[in-house]
């Protein structure tokens, strides 16, 4: 079972696996810069089934952040979004000021 596998990480290996996918995304991106550069629309279209999976990823994370309501449970969970976390961001809410410039903030 997958899930089974992740939950038995070992916590040293995951800064070294944070490290060796921010270098591996740094030197793609260099790759993609220079074959846009290039104007090289083969090698796209050839590579571009290759990034599906990099493609869901970055779907399911923005759509898990989108959510109104929390997961009730596992099940509305992926594997892209069971162990995410996020950072608790306080959203404010500003209402139409008054002539006086007085807005109500939340």
């Known amino acids: 079972n997958i899930i089974r596998d992740i ?6 290996n995951g800064p ?3 490290k ?5 995304l740094n030197d ?7 074959q846009e550069s290039l104007e090289n629309y083969q090698w796209i279209q050839a590579v571009n089934n290759g990034f599906n ?11 898990y952040r989108k959510r109104i309501t929390n997961p009730r449970t596992w ?3 992926n594997i892209n979004t069971m162990f995410l976390e996020s ?10 000021c ?4 007085q807005c109500n903030l939340r």
Do not use: P, W
């Open 7 to 12: 939950t038995n990480y070992d916590a040293e």
């Open 53 to 63: 999976g990099v493609r869901k990823i970055v779907n399911d994370v923005k759509t």
């Open 98 to 101: 008054s002539r006086k410039l």
């Open 28 to 34: 793609l991106r260099e790759i993609v810069d220079e």
């Open 16 to 18: 070294i696996l944070f």
């Open 87 to 96: 950072i608790n961001i306080q959203i404010v809410s500003v209402y139409r």
């Open 75 to 77: 099940k509305d969970h």
């Open 20 to 24: 060796e996918i921010k270098l591996l």
